[in-house]
């Protein structure tokens, strides 16, 4: 199997066909009639845009986003109420009214949370979904745009490029289908980030409603909340509705390319040495390597996006990569708008319309993540160890490793910039991916246990205390809060200071600002600072 993105996979087709089994989590039938009187009392609009268990959309509204399957499945526990607003008021009903009943509020955007944390939960919860909160107002003079949290990442590409003549885009990832609302609350980056740093370095205002159901811009939240909600993970802090962002420049021709090499064709040789130059060379120039298994040998796809001509590209790929061989004939100009399209499958289409960023909503499988940050190059016998993981697994079992070259602007920002502290030092990051479309136990635990392997195995050549980890790819083997989600600081720190290293402290002061009762909380949100449990 090849991989078919920049991490969005999205060629599998396989068709769910699970059976959808109902496991609603307790809460007495009073205690439901008092959230819905609670609610109607609230917002005159809001019976519209409720979902309760009996309701015959509801099952198909839950699914919708689950973008793992691993989620939509019957063990799982299922929201008491699915709530898909209009209004800012029917949200703020929502905050008011679960916080009454003591249900929790899962906030789903796009849905892609790679441990499923917008659509299940543990205790008695609801989920707000912003499905229908995804307005895009862009303003190609100023150079700015106002996006609601529901909008997909390729949505924002597409209305940027047609507003603006292909001449403004905005430094998101690289699949399509990823919601604004996570994304940018945890950071956000794709082959952009050498030249312009992640989505959360370019918002200049947000609109959120917090704990107490306050409707709330930039000024009225004040500057530690608007710091903390830009990569510090939307759902400890309240919900965040719409954001306005800087656009950024890309020029009107781009060239793209993507080659494989064996190991025959010294894969080894030309990994080890991409780690030397992609996080040095031009910024304008990202080469981001997918390393798999193709039967008896291993694969290594070198796929880029040069912002700017062949005729500028090679001269620079012969000072500082020659050993990859690129020619004329391994690239493609295309517009920006198009390159976007083209990572996302590495195929060329005849022409960019709006159904293939907007409705191509990506192909859902089973799938898990892990992340790495690498400072000192991986010597060569480490890769080879490596591949023998990957010989050693069952053929059936697919999986990958993706190496996102840092360096450029990243390194421009300091670490406390913004809660996403990945800068200055890291090489680049790896992304361990494995997805399966079977949905057996054995089948889940085989693909897991493969990743837990090759993750077992990186530990020497990645960072050390902490092993640092990014919020977007969220790993809850790296450590949560407990069941009751009332873990102290400290506790809490184990797996905060690998996404945010000593940005957490700061993320506990704005959470104990904002939130002091801990609201918004999930397995790993950040906890306030509670003087029963934490000492000063
Ligand atoms: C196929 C795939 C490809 C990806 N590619 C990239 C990539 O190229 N670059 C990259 O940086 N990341 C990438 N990611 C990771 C992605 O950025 C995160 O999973 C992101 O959090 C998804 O946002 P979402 O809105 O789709 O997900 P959701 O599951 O809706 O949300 C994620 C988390 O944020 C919370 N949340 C969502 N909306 C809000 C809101 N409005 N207010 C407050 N909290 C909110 C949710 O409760 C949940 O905890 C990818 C993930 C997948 C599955
Ligand atoms: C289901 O909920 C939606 C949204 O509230 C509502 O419009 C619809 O009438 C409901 N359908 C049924 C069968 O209850
Ligand atoms: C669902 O329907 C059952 C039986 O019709 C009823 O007893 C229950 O109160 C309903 N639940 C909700 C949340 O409307
Ligand atoms: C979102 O809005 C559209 C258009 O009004 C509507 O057709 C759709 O049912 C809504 N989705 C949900 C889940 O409420
Ligand atoms: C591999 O590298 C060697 C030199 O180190 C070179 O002679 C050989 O041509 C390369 N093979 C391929 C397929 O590029
Ligand atoms: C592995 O071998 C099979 C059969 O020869 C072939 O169809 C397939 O494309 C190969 N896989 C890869 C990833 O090269």
């Given at each position: 199997?090849?991989?078919h993105?920049?991490?969005?996979?999205?060629?599998?087709s396989?068709?769910?066909?699970?059976l959808?089994?109902?496991?609603?989590?307790?809460?007495?039938?009073?205690?439901?009639?008092?959230?819905?009187?609670?609610?109607?009392?609230q917002?005159?609009?809001?019976?519209?845009?409720i979902?309760?268990?009996?309701?015959?959309?509801?099952?198909?509204?839950?699914?919708?986003?689950?973008?793992?399957?691993v989620f939509?499945?019957?063990?799982?526990?299922?929201?008491?109420?699915?709530?898909?607003?209009?209004?800012?008021?029917?949200?703020?009903?929502?905050?008011k009214?679960?916080?009454?009943?003591?249900l929790?509020?899962?906030?789903?955007?796009?849905?892609?949370?790679?441990?499923?944390?917008s659509?299940?939960?543990?205790?008695?919860?609801?989920?707000?979904?912003?499905?229908?909160?995804?307005?895009?107002?862009?303003?190609?003079?100023?150079?700015?745009?106002?996006?609601?949290?529901?909008?997909?990442?390729?949505?924002?590409?597409?209305?940027?490029?047609?507003?603006?003549?292909?001449?403004?885009?905005?430094?998101?990832?690289?699949?399509?289908?990823?919601?604004?609302g996570?994304?940018?609350?945890?950071?956000?980056?794709?082959?952009?980030l050498?030249k312009?740093?992640?989505?959360a370095?370019?918002?200049?205002?947000?609109?959120?409603?917090?704990?107490?159901?306050?409707f709330?811009?930039?000024?009225?939240?004040g500057e530690?909340?608007?710091?903390?909600?830009?990569g510090?993970?939307?759902?400890?802090?309240?919900?965040?509705?719409?954001?306005?962002?800087?656009?950024?420049d890309?020029?009107?021709?781009?060239?793209?390319?993507?080659?494989?090499?064996?190991?025959?064709?010294?894969a080894t040789?030309?990994?080890?040495?991409?780690?030397?130059?992609?996080?040095?060379?031009?910024e304008?120039?990202?080469i981001?390597?997918?390393l798999?298994?193709?039967?008896?040998?291993?694969?290594?796809?070198?796929?880029?996006?040069?912002?700017?001509?062949?005729?500028?590209?090679l001269?620079?790929?012969?000072?500082?990569?020659?050993?990859?061989?690129l020619?004329?004939?391994?690239?493609?100009?295309?517009?920006?708008?198009?390159s976007?399209?083209?990572?996302?499958?590495?195929?060329?289409r005849?022409?960019?319309?709006?159904?293939?960023?907007?409705?191509d909503?990506?192909?859902k499988?089973?799938?898990?993540?892990k992340?790495?940050y690498?400072?000192?190059?991986?010597?060569?016998?480490?890769?080879?160890?490596?591949?023998?993981?990957f010989?050693?697994?069952d053929?059936?079992?697919?999986?990958l490793?993706v190496?996102?070259?840092?360096?450029?602007?990243?390194?421009?920002?300091?670490?406390?910039?913004?809660?996403?502290?990945?800068?200055?030092?890291?090489?680049?990051?790896?992304?361990?991916?494995?997805?399966?479309?079977?949905?057996?136990?054995?089948?889940?635990?085989?693909?897991?246990?493969?990743?837990?392997?090759?993750?077992?195995?990186?530990?020497?050549?990645?960072?050390?205390?902490?092993?640092t980890?990014?919020?977007?790819?969220r790993?809850?083997?790296?450590?949560?809060?407990?069941?009751?989600?009332?873990t102290?600081?400290?506790?809490?720190?184990?797996?905060?200071?690998?996404?945010?290293?000593?940005?957490?402290?700061?993320?506990?002061?704005v959470?104990?600002?904002?939130?002091?009762?801990?609201f918004?909380?999930?397995?790993?949100?950040?906890?306030?600072?509670n003087?029963?449990?934490?000492?000063?």
């Open positions: 199997m090849k991989p993105g920049l991490f969005c996979p999205n060629v599998i396989f068709v769910s066909s699970l959808f089994l109902f496991r609603g989590a307790a809460l007495a039938p009073e205690n439901h009639e008092n959230f819905l009187k609670c609610l109607s009392l917002s005159d609009t809001i019976s519209k845009v979902y309760t268990q009996n309701n015959s959309s509801y099952s198909s509204v839950l699914k919708s986003s689950i973008q793992n399957l939509s499945a019957p063990t799982n526990q299922k929201p008491l109420f699915i709530i898909t607003p209009f209004h800012v008021s029917e949200i703020q009903a929502a905050i009214c679960s916080k009454k009943s003591g929790q509020i899962r906030v789903r955007s796009g849905g892609h949370d790679l441990e499923g944390l659509s299940i939960s543990d205790v008695p919860f609801i989920i707000v979904d912003l499905i229908n909160f995804s307005e895009i107002s862009v303003d190609a003079e100023a150079k700015t745009a106002w996006v609601q949290s529901g909008a997909t990442v390729g949505q924002l590409n597409y209305r940027i490029a047609e507003k603006s003549q292909n001449l403004l885009a905005f430094p998101v990832g690289t699949c399509p289908g990823v919601g604004v996570g994304h940018f609350s945890g950071g956000g980056y794709g082959a952009l050498r312009y740093g992640v989505a370095d370019h918002i200049v205002d947000a609109h959120m409603i917090d704990a107490k159901g306050r709330l811009n930039r000024e009225s939240m530690d909340l608007f710091w903390a909600i830009r510090g993970g939307g759902p400890s802090f309240g919900i965040i509705i719409s954001w306005k962002i800087e656009l950024v890309v020029p009107s021709t781009v060239t793209v390319f993507a080659i494989p090499r064996t190991l025959e064709q010294n040789k030309l990994l080890h040495k991409w780690q030397y130059i992609a996080d040095r060379v031009h304008d120039l990202f981001s390597p997918f798999y298994r193709a039967n008896s040998t291993m694969v290594c796809l070198f796929t880029s996006l040069f912002l700017g001509g062949v005729d500028r590209l001269p620079l790929m012969q000072e500082s990569f020659p050993e990859l061989g020619t004329q004939e391994d690239c493609r100009e295309m517009s920006f708008i198009e976007v399209v083209y990572i996302n499958g590495f195929e060329i005849e022409s960019v319309n709006a159904n293939i960023l907007i409705d909503r990506f192909i499988r089973f799938f898990k993540g992340a790495d690498v400072i000192e190059p991986i010597p060569k016998e480490a890769f080879e160890g490596l591949y023998d993981l010989y050693e697994e053929p059936r079992t697919y999986g490793l190496f996102f070259p840092y360096g450029g602007k990243m390194s421009e920002i300091s670490e406390s910039e913004i809660p996403f502290p990945h800068r200055a030092g890291n090489r680049y990051t790896l992304l361990y991916y494995a997805e399966w479309q079977d949905a057996t136990n054995e089948a889940s635990q085989r693909h897991k246990n493969m990743l837990n392997k090759l993750f077992n195995y990186m530990n020497p050549y990645v960072t050390k205390n902490p092993r980890a990014y919020i977007n790819y790993d809850l083997d790296i450590g949560t809060n407990n069941k009751l989600g009332d102290s600081v400290q506790e809490a720190s184990v797996w905060g200071k690998k996404y945010f290293k000593n940005n957490f402290y700061r993320l506990v002061h959470k104990t600002m904002v939130d002091p009762e801990n918004f909380r999930n397995e790993q949100s950040i906890p306030p600072f003087l029963l449990k934490d000492e000063l």
